[in-house]
């Protein structure tokens, strides 16, 4: 049996609509309004997608329930296996002492909290988006903010605004891959026009990372290092983008851009210090931010200092090994086992306009672990437990505790992508799609605000260019417009959905121990993320009608 979307049943596409969109929007408010607790939030939004894909757009109650049961179990590999490995490396340096020898070393760099962000968050957190993304920067670098004694807020936060700019290229080059593959536009194309857009906000993001910190006043007073910053990213973004491809964008800008500011730093200091690891103004975190144990001033052993470092260069090591394309194939082919669906596996149908020609979609769990992001944290930790002279023993009861501190949240990451993956198998995400893809002369921006709403729904910049960047394509088409241009504002509007997707809050909430706290974390970002996406469409829209030999292909 098929069953083919139906984007509008109602008859009336703003009616539809708004039963589309009924099931984030009780998600959302829940977390952000009745502050009900994340696990909750998401299990109760799921059982109202189900009813609407079921009873609104008429799809068959079992087809909804295994869509949802597909989103769960993605959720939990690989996006939940990421969280806990990372968390499980995190306890070991911390049991091991490591840690705090690790905080007088960043430090040592800069005792500035303005800077240490500047750091960690975005170049370090770039870094990790480029080898493996997938959730993998948040967590490594709300980890490390939190046990630098950062606000469990400002930890989580900042580390999602940061990143944004990377998004794009992350995974080595894996959502414009995806990109490519689902419109058919050429690669390269597609990797030049995005490097076209986001350089922009590679210099803007550090800027804004430090005024949401700690005001306009304070980002000024560090404004050269800011600047060393962005520009240090930014020029290689453009450059491997457009003259390269986008496969090592973000690992090349991010090592470019650690190395200018650290460099930079041993010049240049700022007159005051900025000790204060808490947001400006208020800060509900701020009580609860952890103690931190004063650092010391006697000069670092250096053997200490490079067992300090050596759990992450480890992970380093091991994240870029598993982001490689035949590293991968390699896992895969040692061990890998696909399970279709049966009744969803191709017998949900797309249909036109959101698709050329009607599509069946398939609906097939790859349990590809080696190759796992996951997986190479893990064996990362291993290798790094033991080098930390953690006994097997020790490891597998630390493991254990680890498990029960992150059980709430891989519910909820579970229930989350399954509230991602029941939207798009039963149309929902389509039919909010079609409502902005009706904008007409501002589809431009609206475009962009749809790549934003992508990334929001799925937590991937990946699913929502498979998502929509057929629509893109088709729509731009329709108008008259470039469709590299359309395509590629998909990937980079969407970078600013991710600070605010489901699932990266969580995974934040989780390396910050702050649990239950989603909804808090959610109200600080939104607006943050809102003002970026519009800035994204503002700029798209100058490249469509004002500037248009920006939006014109390489090839």
């Given at each position: ?14 009616l539809?609509?708004a ?5 984030v929007?009780v998600?959302?408010?829940?977390l952000?309004f009745?502050?009900?607790?994340a696990?909750w939030?998401a ?7 189900v ?7 008429g799809m068959?109650?079992?087809m ?8 769960i179990?993605?959720g ?17 340096t911390?049991?091991?002492?490591s840690f ?13 909290r303005?800077?240490q ?5 975005f170049a ?10 997938f959730?993998t ?16 807020l400002?930890?989580?936060g ?9 998004v ?5 080059g ?12 050429d690669?390269?194309?597609l ?5 076209r857009?986001?350089?922009f906000f590679?210099?803007i993001?550090?800027?804004w990372l430090?005024?949401?910190?700690a ?5 000024r007073?560090?404004w050269?290092?800011?600047l060393?910053t ?12 457009n ?19 650290v460099g ?6 700022p ?10 103004g ?10 931190v ?10 053997g ?9 260069l480890?992970?380093?090591?091991f994240?870029f ?14 061990f890998?086992?696909?399970f ?10 797309k ?10 979609e ?7 672990i ?8 893990l ?12 006994s097997?023993?020790a490891l597998i ?6 498990i029960?501190k ?14 991602g ?6 149309g929902?995400d389509?039919?909010m799609?079609?409502?902005?893809a ?6 431009p ?36 417009l ?6 590629a504002?998909?990937?980079s ?8 997707d489901a ?6 909430s ?5 649990f ?13 993320s ?26």
């Amino acid at each position: 049996m098929t069953w083919t979307q139906v984007y509008d049943p109602l008859g009336n596409i703003a009616l539809s609509t708004a039963f589309a969109a009924l099931p984030v929007v009780v998600m959302l408010v829940a977390l952000a309004f009745f502050r009900i607790a994340a696990h909750w939030a998401a299990i109760i939004a799921l059982v109202v997608a189900v009813l609407c894909a079921s009873v609104v757009f008429g799809m068959p109650g079992g087809m909804a329930v295994r869509a949802a049961g597909l989103g769960i179990l993605s959720g939990l590999f690989p996006i939940g296996w990421i969280v806990l490995n990372i968390i499980f490396l995190y306890r070991l340096t911390v049991a091991n002492g490591s840690f705090a020898i690790l905080q007088r070393a960043i430090a040592g760099v800069t005792p500035d909290r303005r800077l240490q962000l500047l750091l960690i968050a975005f170049a370090f957190g770039a870094f990790f988006e480029g080898a493996a993304g997938f959730g993998t920067p948040v967590a490594v670098t709300a980890a490390i903010l939190i046990g630098l004694g950062f606000s469990p807020l400002a930890a989580s936060g900042l580390s999602l605004i940061a990143n944004t700019a990377p998004v794009a290229f992350g995974a080595l080059g894996s959502p414009i891959i995806a990109l490519s593959a689902v419109t058919g536009l050429d690669l390269y194309d597609l990797s030049a026009m995005i490097g076209r857009q986001l350089p922009f906000f590679s210099l803007i993001v550090p800027f804004w990372l430090i005024w949401a910190f700690a005001g306009f006043r304070a980002m000024r007073d560090v404004w050269p290092a800011i600047l060393v910053t962005g520009v240090s990213f930014a020029v290689p973004q453009f450059l491997v983008s457009n003259y390269i491809g986008p496969m090592l964008v973000d690992v090349i800008s991010a090592l470019v851009c650690m190395a200018c500011l650290v460099g930079f730093l041993q010049v240049w200091q700022p007159r005051e210090i900025w000790t204060n690891p808490g947001l400006r103004g208020r800060d509900p975190s701020a009580a609860t931010a952890p103690a931190v144990a004063p650092l010391g001033t006697e000069p670092l052993d250096r053997g200490a200092l490079v067992r300090a470092w050596l759990p992450w260069l480890i992970l380093t090591v091991f994240v870029f090994a598993w982001g490689l394309p035949s590293v991968r194939a390699a896992l895969n082919g040692i061990f890998t086992t696909s399970f279709p669906i049966g009744g969803l596996h191709n017998a949900v149908v797309k249909a036109p306009p959101v698709v050329e020609r009607a599509t069946p979609e398939a609906a097939v769990w790859a349990f590809n672990i080696l190759s796992m992001t996951g997986t190479g944290i893990l064996f990362s930790a291993i290798v790094a437990g033991l080098l930390m002279r953690f006994s097997p023993f020790a490891l597998i009861a630390e493991y254990g505790r680890t498990i029960w501190k992150v059980r709430l949240s891989l519910v909820t990451i579970g229930a989350m992508l399954g509230l991602g993956t029941l939207t798009r198998y039963s149309g929902l995400d389509a039919t909010m799609g079609l409502a902005f893809a009706s904008t007409g002369f501002l589809f431009p921006l609206f475009g962009t605000m749809l790549g934003w709403l992508g990334v929001a729904l799925t937590g991937s910049d990946t699913a929502s260019n498979v998502l929509f960047g057929g629509l893109q394509k088709i729509t731009a088409q329709q108008l008259g417009l470039s469709p590299v241009l359309m395509a590629a504002a998909n990937s980079s509007g969407g970078v600013m959905g991710k600070m605010i997707d489901a699932q990266s809050i969580v995974v934040a909430s989780t390396a910050t121990n702050w649990f239950g706290q989603e909804g808090t974390i959610l109200r600080f970002v939104f607006l943050h993320s809102i003002c970026l996406a519009v800035l994204v469409g503002l700029l798209v829209m100058l490249q469509a009608y004002v500037w248009p030999f920006t939006a014109m292909v390489v090839g």
